[in-house]
């Protein structure tokens, strides 16, 4: 296995999309996403891509995972924490010496074990609320 940054064209992240059952959204959109996105990490089995994960953020505090996605067939599999693993040394690599950035995601229920593994913290929590999302159409 071996992960690629930056080289997530749309066409790529529409597949990859779909193959989670996710309703993806048009073309034009992820585009436009890619655009404005920090960074993007792809998991290949040899030529296969099998993976896919976006960073995006203010660059300074936060960062935030989206569209975290693995192919079913190689779900549990070391995929997703080699993409884990490379986002989360792109941030430690382009933040300045001393900083502490949070890095936050929305997870499906049955990630929750996946992220918790590699150490993130459910909300809420004994010191925060839950974390809350609103979709705009």
Same mark, same amino acid.
């Given at each position: 296995?071996? $992960?690629?940054?930056?080289?997530?064209?749309?066409?790529?992240?529409?597949? =990859?999309?779909?193959?989670?059952? #996710?309703?993806?959204?048009? &073309?034009?959109?992820?585009? *436009?996403?890619?655009?404005?996105?920090?960074? *993007?990490? *792809?998991?290949? @089995?040899?030529?296969?891509?099998?993976?896919?994960?976006?960073?995006?953020? @203010?660059?300074?505090?936060?960062?935030?995972? +989206? @569209?975290?996605? $693995? $192919?079913?067939?190689?779900?549990?599999?070391? $995929?997703? *924490?080699? =993409?884990?693993?490379? =986002?989360?040394?792109? &941030?430690? !690599?382009? &933040?300045?010496?001393?900083?502490?950035?949070?890095?936050?995601? &929305?997870?499906? +229920?049955?990630?929750?074990?996946?992220?918790? +593994?590699?150490?993130? !913290? !459910?909300?809420?929590? !004994? #010191? @925060?609320?839950?974390?809350?999302? +609103?979709?705009?159409?």
């Amino acid at each position: 296995m071996t $992960v690629k940054a930056n080289g997530l064209s749309a066409g790529l992240f529409l597949q =990859l999309y779909a193959s989670v059952g #996710w309703e993806p959204p048009g &073309i034009e959109q992820v585009q *436009t996403a890619l655009e404005n996105t920090i960074a *993007t990490f *792809t998991a290949y @089995d040899h030529d296969t891509p099998v993976g896919m994960v976006r960073l995006i953020g @203010d660059v300074g505090m936060s960062f935030y995972i +989206k @569209d975290f996605a $693995v $192919v079913p067939e190689y779900q549990s599999k070391g $995929v997703g *924490t080699l =993409l884990l693993n490379a =986002l989360e040394q792109y &941030i430690r !690599e382009h &933040i300045a010496p001393g900083w502490a950035v949070s890095l936050e995601l &929305i997870s499906s +229920k049955e990630a929750v074990g996946f992220y918790q +593994k590699h150490g993130f !913290e !459910e909300r809420p929590c !004994e #010191w @925060d609320g839950p974390g809350m999302f +609103k979709m705009i159409r």
